[in-house]
């Protein structure tokens, strides 16, 4: 995860929840993970597309070519082998291969269904009047999941997080998650402020600050 959120980036975006915390009484906690899930049948969709594009080929090539001695039966098979191999190690190594092999809906319910357990694990719901925010970040997917507990849910329609999750997404497909991040932080508390979440007069500091970096 270093190698996409650097010291700085996470130095800017803890001020950035500090900052946004001076102004509101919602906890807001930022939270990435490399993937939200393995995606194991994208890789066997690899393989049998790297398998059925090289037995498609090596077929056509069989009869456009004179072939003395090779029966088509394995004509076609070793290469099909190959292509499989290739068709894995591509869905491994490339990203942006293997997302395309994953329907958009299963990536999208992934993705929420991680961030669920991050609500729970981060235990964004122990604030005395309900009022922590997840941000949820799944660089893979290149997907952003905003949850507001209850306190926040009564003033602060969904809906009114998009302007925020679109921000973000923007930064994560230009490389620049950290800034985008920080920038959606502070948004994050004018859009809490404008809603009176107000900062109390005993307001404390109930969660901590900093990024969160899931494991995948």
Not at 59 to 72: M, Q
Not at 127 to 141: A, K, Q, W
Not at 156 to 169: K, L, M, P, Y
Not at 176 to 191: Q, V
């Amino acid at each position: 995860m270093s190698r996409v959120f650097s010291p700085e980036d996470l130095r800017r975006v803890e001020e950035a929840v500090r900052d946004a915390e001076k102004r509101t009484s919602g906890e807001i906690v930022p939270y990435v993970v490399e993937r939200s899930d393995g995606y194991a049948d994208a890789t066997s969709r690899g393989a049998t597309l790297g398998a059925l594009v090289a037995a498609l080929g090596s077929a056509a090539a069989f009869h456009a070519v004179e072939v003395w001695g090779v029966p088509l039966a394995l004509w076609i098979a070793a290469p099909a082998v190959l292509g499989a191999g290739l068709g894995h190690l591509a869905s491994e190594l490339a990203p942006p291969f293997k997302r395309l092999l994953v329907p958009r809906g299963v990536l999208a319910e992934r993705v929420r269904e991680r961030a669920a357990q991050a609500f729970l694990s981060e235990e964004v719901f122990a604030t005395r009047e309900r009022t922590g925010v997840l941000i949820f970040l799944s660089l893979f997917e290149r997907r952003v999941v905003v949850t507001g507990d209850r306190g926040i849910a009564a003033k602060v329609r969904q809906e009114e997080w998009d302007g925020i999750v679109g921000g973000i997404v923007r930064g994560m497909r230009e490389g620049k998650p950290g800034d985008a991040l920080a920038a959606a932080i502070r948004e994050c508390g004018d859009l809490l402020a404008r809603h009176g979440v107000d900062v109390r007069p005993d307001d404390r500091d109930e969660l901590a600050n900093g990024l969160r970096l899931g494991k995948p």
